[in-house]
């Protein structure tokens, strides 16, 4: 059942039944009011007839000039005086065994009213359908008569059941109206519920941009603020989640093209040095030639991979280092891939701690300078130099390379993106050092800037923070 | 002699592909830049075009896009393996879509297929004393018609296109009995026999161990 039905009913019912018990009290009340009324002049009107018979019997007895009536002239006397009397109210005698003396009429005396007189010995009223019977015992010419008076109350009864009629008929059309009424409170008061329930069933069918319109200022529109808020909760994160996801799938297609490309020249060359016949020694040599090259592009691949894959995990030993002592240390091997390409080099840093990753450290300044070489051409500068500012650590790797074009440096960092893919490929590259060295300075909470000009050379500028300088 | 043009932009997938044209006997001109290749498309002659998607310059797509050269056909050789790719090429024009890395006699098979669709192979094949003619389905040996059942004489017919090259039992079954064909490679050995029995084929026909079997060039 839906709420405003349970509300429209529940509230109906219970509205009902507070009308009808309270007309059904208040009329039950007002009729045995109106009965003990009558009770009262039935009581008195029973008390005057009797005296009055006495009376009238002394009479009759003086008429008759006996001392005492005997029982059938007191027979005979009840008879002429009710006799004739075609009252409604209808009288009877009995005597103490209960058998009947004189009706005036045929009455049906209600069991246990004798009895009842018999046992308390005072007045007894009875009340049997439209008839109100009241019984007394008198004692009459030296004997104990029960008397016996039957009052019609039909009028009282019946305008009992007549009000009672009208009651019912009124709380019916009462009750029509009531219901009119009600239904279109509670909709009106649930509508903006079915608004929100709309709003909610788009939201969870994922349509998560939209909101609900918040109106008023009740429980309602406070359950549709939160529901906005919600849903916004749930969008912020669906987005996030997506475009986690949108990153995730953009490196898996470049790292599938990029294992691609090396693998179809492994298994084409080795296919064609299968199935031909009549291979020259040249074209033998260059094929070998060429799938060797291509299988130490996938071990650089692979291997960067599972660097970039690894600086993420939890292995990671942070110690507080000599930045001095650190820089001279990674100098030193870094120098052997210099004099190779016959490049002047220096690095250098002023004393001081920072707390590092050592492994890490130097697989950044190792890729930094890697590039700085691809770039350069024989004999060229490449400087490696780090310093405190304030409470951050600077680091500056400067090269007189070919530069990168500014449209070019936001994206360098990407996974598998190459500025000159060519020259990259011919350099050995994987387009993966520069995410590393991206992801390492993240994992230092620094940043990391470049600063080029093509043909001049690009300086990379890393601040780390935390810091503390020995001078 | 059949021309086919490759676009491709490392130069040791493009000296992969020539090397493989060549052993179906076609010429390869490479071509390692996208807006060059859309300039030689429009001007050049060729009989079919070997184009990749990631080329630098302009894209294979958009090459597809703007030439008006339509009559050239074309086949995409391209990493992209994603279905969306795959539609986006076809829908293109192109005749085919291969994915790297691949086979070198599935990327012939598929360039013969394009090439016989719009007639530009051909319908006489000599080798020695052997005349085949797709066309007439017929095969003379020393001018003599020889009986051949179809399946035989496909399997020649692919020999022959494929002189001196090392052809496995699958890559056979592949050709002449199509793909989704289950049977055994006994099924060939028994072929090659009748091929070798009928056609005095003993010496040149020859068993590599193993691997299959080759036809050997006709010494003259």
């Given at each position: 059942?839906r709420?405003?039905?349970?509300v429209?009913?529940?509230t109906?019912i219970?509205?009902?039944?507070?009308?009808?018990m309270t007309?059904?009290?208040?009329?039950k009340?007002?009729?045995?009011?109106?009965?003990?009324?009558?009770?009262?002049?039935?009581?008195s009107?029973?008390?005057?007839?009797?005296?009055?018979?006495k009376?009238?019997?002394?009479?009759e007895?003086?008429?008759?000039?006996v001392?005492v009536?005997?029982?059938?002239?007191?027979?005979g006397?009840?008879?002429?005086?009710f006799?004739?009397?075609?009252?409604k109210?209808?009288i009877?005698?009995?005597?103490?065994?209960?058998?009947?003396?004189?009706?005036?009429?045929?009455?049906?005396?209600?069991?246990?009213?004798?009895?009842?007189?018999?046992?308390t010995?005072?007045?007894?009223?009875?009340?049997?359908g439209?008839?109100l019977?009241?019984?007394?015992?008198?004692?009459?010419?030296?004997?104990t008569?029960?008397?016996?008076?039957?009052?019609?109350?039909?009028?009282v009864v019946?305008i009992h059941?007549?009000?009672?009629?009208?009651?019912?008929?009124i709380?019916?059309?009462?009750?029509?109206?009531?219901?009119?009424?009600?239904?279109?409170?509670?909709?009106?008061?649930?509508?903006?519920l079915?608004r929100?329930?709309?709003?909610?069933?788009?939201?969870?069918?994922?349509?998560?941009?939209?909101?609900?319109?918040?109106?008023?200022?009740?429980?309602?529109?406070?359950?549709a603020?939160?529901?906005n808020?919600?849903?916004?909760?749930?969008?912020?994160?669906?987005?996030?989640?997506?475009d986690?996801?949108?990153?995730?799938?953009?490196?898996?297609?470049n790292?599938?093209?990029?294992?691609?490309?090396?693998?179809?020249?492994i298994?084409?060359?080795?296919?064609?040095?299968?199935?031909?016949?009549?291979?020259?020694?040249?074209s033998?040599?260059?094929?070998?030639g060429?799938?060797?090259?291509?299988?130490?592009?996938?071990r650089?691949?692979?291997?960067?991979l599972?660097?970039?894959?690894?600086?993420?995990?939890?292995n990671?030993?942070?110690?507080?280092?000599?930045?001095q002592?650190?820089?001279?240390?990674?100098?030193?091997?870094?120098?052997?891939?210099?004099?190779?390409h016959?490049?002047?080099f220096?690095?250098?840093?002023?004393?001081?701690?920072?707390?590092?990753d050592?492994?890490l450290?130097?697989s950044?300044?190792?890729n930094?300078?890697?590039?700085?070489?691809?770039?350069?051409?024989?004999g060229a500068?490449?400087?490696?130099e780090?310093?405190?500012?304030?409470?951050?650590?600077?680091?500056?790797?400067?090269?007189?390379?070919v530069?990168?074009?500014?449209?070019?440096?936001?994206?360098?960092?990407?996974?598998?993106?190459?500025?000159?893919?060519?020259?990259?490929?011919?350099?050995?590259?994987?387009?993966?050092?520069?995410?590393l060295?991206?992801e390492?300075?993240?994992?230092?909470?620094?940043?990391?800037?470049?600063?080029?000009r093509?043909?001049?050379?690009?300086?990379v500028?890393?601040?780390?923070?935390?810091?503390?300088?020995?001078? | 002699?059949?021309k086919?043009?490759?676009?491709?932009?490392?130069?040791?997938i493009a000296?992969?592909v020539?090397?493989?044209?060549?052993?179906?006997?076609?010429?390869?001109?490479?071509?390692?830049?996208g807006?060059?290749?859309?300039?030689?498309?429009?001007?050049?002659?060729f009989?079919?075009i070997?184009l990749?998607?990631?080329l630098?310059d302009?894209?294979?797509?958009?090459?597809?896009q703007?030439?008006?050269?339509?009559?050239?056909?074309?086949?995409?050789i391209?990493?992209?393996?994603?279905l969306?790719?795959?539609?986006?090429?076809?829908?293109?024009?192109?005749?085919?879509y291969?994915?790297?890395?691949f086979?070198?006699?599935?990327?012939?098979?598929r360039?013969?297929v394009?090439?016989?669709?719009?007639?530009?192979t051909?319908?006489?094949?000599?080798?020695?004393?052997?005349?085949?003619?797709?066309?007439?389905?017929?095969c003379?040996?020393?001018g003599?018609?020889?009986?051949?059942?179809p399946?035989e004489?496909?399997v020649?017919?692919?020999?022959?296109?494929h002189?001196?090259?090392?052809?496995?039992?699958d890559?056979?079954?592949?050709?002449?009995?199509?793909f989704?064909?289950?049977?055994?490679?006994?099924?060939?050995?028994?072929?090659?026999?009748?091929?070798?029995?009928?056609?005095?084929?003993r010496?040149?026909?020859?068993?590599?161990?193993?691997l299959?079997?080759?036809?050997?060039?006709?010494?003259?």
């Amino acid at each position: 059942m839906r709420l405003w039905q349970k509300v429209f009913l529940y509230t109906l019912i219970l509205v009902m039944l507070a009308v009808s018990m309270t007309s059904i009290l208040l009329l039950k009340n007002s009729f045995s009011l109106a009965l003990e009324q009558r009770k009262q002049s039935v009581y008195s009107e029973h008390a005057f007839v009797i005296t009055s018979f006495k009376s009238m019997m002394i009479t009759e007895r003086l008429k008759e000039n006996v001392v005492v009536l005997d029982e059938d002239a007191l027979q005979g006397f009840m008879a002429d005086t009710f006799g004739g009397n075609q009252k409604k109210s209808g009288i009877q005698f009995c005597d103490t065994e209960g058998q009947h003396v004189y009706s005036n009429k045929e009455m049906e005396v209600p069991q246990g009213l004798l009895e009842a007189v018999q046992e308390t010995g005072k007045n007894y009223m009875q009340v049997e359908g439209y008839q109100l019977y009241i019984a007394s015992s008198e004692s009459m010419e030296g004997k104990t008569y029960y008397v016996i008076t039957e009052n019609d109350i039909t009028d009282v009864v019946e305008i009992h059941e007549n009000m009672l009629r009208q009651i019912l008929a009124i709380s019916m059309g009462c009750a029509m109206v009531i219901a009119f009424i009600l239904l279109i409170v509670v909709k009106m008061l649930l509508h903006p519920l079915q608004r929100i329930n709309e709003g909610t069933r788009a939201i969870a069918q994922g349509s998560y941009e939209k909101r609900i319109p918040v109106r008023g200022h009740d429980e309602v529109s406070e359950l549709a603020y939160n529901m906005n808020r919600m849903a916004w909760a749930v969008e912020q994160n669906v987005r996030a989640l997506e475009d986690v996801a949108e990153d995730r799938k953009h490196f898996i297609d470049n790292l599938s093209h990029e294992m691609k490309t090396p693998l179809t020249s492994i298994l084409g060359f080795s296919d064609l040095l299968q199935i031909k016949k009549d291979i020259s020694e040249e074209s033998r040599i260059e094929y070998a030639g060429i799938i060797k090259e291509e299988a130490s592009r996938m071990r650089t691949l692979s291997g960067k991979l599972m660097e970039l894959i690894t600086v993420g995990e939890a292995n990671l030993e942070w110690k507080e280092e000599d930045m001095q002592q650190l820089f001279e240390e990674i100098g030193i091997s870094l120098k052997v891939i210099t004099d190779n390409h016959h490049m002047k080099f220096s690095c250098v840093s002023e004393p001081g701690m920072l707390c590092v990753d050592r492994e890490l450290f130097k697989s950044l300044l190792y890729n930094l300078v890697d590039n700085a070489v691809k770039a350069s051409k024989e004999g060229a500068n490449i400087q490696v130099e780090g310093h405190f500012e304030q409470r951050e650590f600077c680091i500056r790797v400067a090269d007189e390379g070919v530069g990168i074009p500014e449209s070019e440096i936001a994206k360098i960092t990407q996974a598998f993106y190459m500025v000159d893919k060519a020259r990259s490929r011919a350099s050995g590259g994987a387009g993966l050092g520069l995410a590393l060295c991206a992801e390492i300075i993240s994992l230092h909470q620094g940043t990391l800037q470049f600063e080029s000009r093509l043909g001049e050379g690009t300086s990379v500028l890393i601040r780390m923070k935390g810091g503390k300088c020995h001078a | 002699m059949i021309k086919i043009l490759i676009v491709e932009d490392d130069p040791n997938i493009a000296k992969l592909v020539e090397a493989t044209v060549a052993i179906g006997g076609y010429e390869g001109v490479v071509c390692g830049n996208g807006a060059e290749a859309f300039e030689i498309m429009e001007h050049g002659n060729f009989d079919l075009i070997l184009l990749d998607v990631m080329l630098p310059d302009m894209s294979g797509f958009e090459i597809m896009q703007r030439r008006t050269n339509t009559q050239v056909p074309v086949i995409f050789i391209t990493a992209k393996q994603e279905l969306t790719d795959k539609v986006r090429g076809l829908r293109l024009g192109a005749e085919d879509y291969i994915v790297k890395p691949f086979e070198a006699m599935e990327l012939l098979a598929r360039i013969e297929v394009i090439l016989r669709r719009v007639k530009r192979t051909e319908n006489v094949y000599t080798y020695g004393d052997i005349l085949v003619n797709v066309e007439e389905h017929t095969c003379k040996c020393a001018g003599k018609e020889i009986y051949l059942t179809p399946k035989e004489f496909e399997v020649l017919v692919f020999f022959i296109q494929h002189k001196d090259v090392a052809i496995s039992r699958d890559r056979l079954l592949a050709a002449v009995w199509g793909f989704e064909y289950e049977g055994e490679s006994r099924t060939i050995d028994i072929h090659i026999q009748q091929l070798r029995k009928k056609l005095n084929l003993r010496e040149r026909l020859v068993t590599i161990p193993k691997l299959g079997y080759r036809l050997e060039s006709a010494k003259e």
